[in-house]
């Protein structure tokens, strides 16, 4: 795909070279030197040889390039610091503010819309701070755009006269992008469309584009996922060279790959999962011996038996970092021949296994482990509410035919272990949040029929606890190996942050001890003491909301929320490339493979982080949408709810009969003056002494729905 440059015509983004310059102009423009220098200057000052000058010239102009160093006039050169410049990526809110976001990890700079100097919504910019001759506060007014975010847009297509232009999907993104005739690609008004930018807006000139693809109308099935698709621009074409050598692979099992494998086909493993499903990853298998020692075997389907290093699957593989689940479609890392054929673990079929056999002892200590490639005969798919009716002892529609007692011996042994699995974690403190899950039921045309909490049944903690321990086993064995490898972790809240959730939940009558903040105790303190509190909901959300973010790193620094030292994800090589990689360097490391090159992980690490928040965001998005949708046709209903949080804008609601939540704006309650009380976290009426409470319970009714902004808006009754 071209890449635009900031003057807003078509480039090429070239790949950046290593300049021996770079590094020593950067410290000697930060350090040594007192004032913006010429060119010459800092050649002479550098002692550079006659013979680098063009290594030289071409290293200052890259840093230039990359807003690292700044031109000023008179052709001197500085670093944007220096010169009371800020580079950052600029965030523009629905009503045209914008936010800039230092690379430097100083301050945040306001840019008011008049100061935005054409940028648009996720550009990386470089801002100039001033400060208001009135207020004095400083704000930011963008002098040059870097590099534009945005080479494609989602939008609305439509017409006026002979005119049609596309309404950006994200309001976010500004004024309409004007499409010059034949370049419409045969849209119709109201119709969704992917623009892609011709023109950057510049002086008050608004951008121009052409349709490249139509997705539809907005109340189309699917075309509105596609939209969030393409604007958070999550790859979802698979190249042709991924699916054709993909088609080419043999199976089930390729001849000759059950050398140096484990037989593992006679053991009755059972895959544990939703009922729609078709990547069954892991599958299980657990046995006692005499002694009480129970033995349990994770089955990983051996992705990278299949999915060799720099084969189209491969990169590809890594350019999507993971598989995005939407309500109503999946984006899958692989294709589908892969991740729901070949490398699936189904049923009374030979698959290729990467597997974790681990030794759990009465008292849930582990007594042993061992890693190996094997291969697998699962002997049934289960689901998870054909598991919990068996656990609960309600047959229900759940029908174990008489010839699967191994199976059901399986999952006795499998609950068994949980209990130990349970009390080991429970033990050293981990963080077990309480929150549940939305569940969106489609109809047959693909609209929005239901939302609802879906049950969390014990069957899903199992496969949990057998996840977390291989998971931890597999961590461990990579550290012990002191070979560079790839990490899950999560470190404790920052000071900051504690301080915010200590200040929410002194209204509550909580606290988290600052001097133990760095434990997860007094956390999981507080989850157990409000467990059944009407507020009990209200503190697992500002509790886990106070939580860094998980990440991938090289360094093997730990897992704050589940206590432990060594962490890392093997378990789901279909759907996360960090996974897959993992696999590949333990074969390395345990002579199965060769060695795998490691000079990449963290470039790596970083990648599939932001690939991860990039899906987890997608995907809240589109709840949001679908909440929003299927309230559209109950505005003016009434419904029962209770209060989820409060702010000084007023207050949310999330309704018991569907899962969902909407505001009650300030406002709107016109019975009084309403103040909020910070400390007490509620809202009181002035004259009436009326008081809102989290945890309340309210009658209201949909006053207001906007799916285009993702708004709620709900009144009291």
């Known amino acids: ?54 290594t030289f010239t071409r290293a200052l102009n890259a840093l230039v390039r990359a807003g690292s160093v700044i031109r000023i006039k008179g052709g001197r050169y500085a670093l944007p610091s220096m010169v009371h410049l800020v580079t950052g990526t600029l965030r523009i809110n629905s009503v045209g503010r914008g936010l800039l976001i230092p690379e430097d990890d100083t301050g945040e700079v306001a840019v008011p819309p008049t100061y935005l100097n054409s940028a648009m919504h996720g550009d990386r910019v ?56 034949g370049s419409e690609g045969g849209a119709l008004p109201g119709q969704m469309v992917v623009v892609e930018i011709t023109r950057y807006p510049e002086r008050g000139i608004a951008a121009t584009g052409a349709v490249v693809e139509v997705l539809g109308y907005p109340d189309d099935p699917g075309s509105e996922t596609m939209a969030v698709v393409h604007a958070f621009k999550i790859p979802h074409r698979f190249p042709d060279a991924a699916i054709k050598a993909s088609a080419a692979l043999t199976g089930p099992v390729p001849r000759g790959s059950l050398k140096e494998r484990q037989d593992l086909r006679d053991l009755d493993f059972v895959t544990i999962d939703g009922v729609g499903a078709k990547d069954f990853d892991d599958a299980l298998y657990a046995e006692r011996s005499t002694s009480g020692v129970i033995t349990l075997f994770v089955a990983i389907a051996d992705v990278s038996h299949f999915v060799r290093t720099g084969t189209p699957a ?131 045309l693909g609209h929005v029929e239901n939302i609802y909490r879906s049950s969390r049944y014990t069957s899903h903690k199992v496969v949990e606890e057998c996840m977390l321990l291989a998971n931890e086993v597999v961590a461990r064995t990579l550290r012990e190996s002191e070979s560079p490898g790839i990490y899950r972790i999560h470190e404790p809240p920052d000071k900051e942050r504690v301080e915010e959730l200590n200040h929410l939940l002194a209204a509550l009558g909580y606290n988290v001890p600052p001097a133990l903040a760095r434990s997860p105790q007094p956390f999981k303190r507080i989850l157990a003491d409000s467990r059944g509190s009407i507020q009990e909901r209200f503190l697992n959300t500002v509790i886990l909301r106070s939580m860094m973010r998980a990440q991938y790193s090289t360094i093997p620094s730990g897992h704050f929320g589940l206590a432990l030292g060594d962490y890392t994800h093997f378990t789901s090589p279909i759907r996360r490339y960090a996974d897959l990689m993992i696999h590949r360097i333990l074969k390395g490391i345990m002579g199965f493979a060769a060695p795998v090159q490691t000079t990449d992980l963290e470039a790596i690490c970083a990648h599939v982080t932001e690939t991860e928040h990039i899906a987890e965001s997608a995907e809240r998005d589109i709840l949001s949408l679908f909440r929003a949708r299927f309230m559209e046709d109950k505005v003016g209903q009434e419904f029962s709810g209770v209060l989820s949080g409060i702010t000084s804008f007023g207050f949310f609601v999330e309704l018991q009969e569907f899962f969902v939540e909407g505001l009650v704006h300030l406002s709107s309650l016109n019975d009084d003056y309403y103040r909020f009380n910070e400390r007490g976290l509620t809202l009181i009426g002035e004259h009436s002494g009326r008081i809102f409470r989290i945890g309340d319970a309210v009658t209201v009714r949909v006053l207001h729905v906007d799916a285009s902004r993702r708004h709620i808006d709900f009144e009291i009754v």
């Open 1 to 54: 795909m071209s890449r635009r440059t900031s003057s807003g015509k078509p480039g090429v983004k070239k790949k950046r070279l290593s300049n021996p310059y770079s590094e020593t102009i950067l410290q000697f423009l930060g350090g040594k030197s007192t004032r913006p220098l010429l060119h010459r200057d800092i050649f002479v000052a550098l002692k550079v040889p006659a013979d680098d000058k063009r």
């Open 314 to 444: 491969d990169r590809e593989a890594f350019r999507r970092g993971n598989s995005v689940y939407f309500p109503d479609m999946v984006i899958p890392m692989l294709p589908e021949r892969l991740s729901n054929d070949l490398c699936s673990l189904k049923p009374h079929v030979d698959r290729l296994t990467f597997t974790c056999r681990v030794e759990v002892d009465r008292a849930g200590n582990l007594s042993g482990h061992r890693l190996f490639p094997g291969v697998i005969r699962s002997a049934a798919r289960l689901t998870y509410r054909e598991v919990e009716n068996y656990f609960s002892g309600d047959d229900g529609d759940n029908q174990f035919p008489a010839n699967q007692g191994p199976v059901v011996q399986n999952l006795d042994c499998l609950h068994e272990l949980f209990g130990r699995l349970v009390k080991r974690r429970r033990d050293r403190n981990s963080l077990d949040f309480d929150l549940p899950e939305p569940e969106v039921v489609l109809d047959s």
């Open 126 to 181: 470089i801002v100039r701070v001033e400060r208001s001759a009135r207020h004095g506060k400083p704000f930011g007014r963008v002098i040059r755009i870097v590099d534009r975010a945005h080479q494609q847009i989602v939008a609305y297509f439509n017409k006026a006269g002979d005119a049609s232009f596309g309404k950006p999907y994200d309001s976010r993104l500004g004024r309409e992008v004007i499409i010059p005739k």
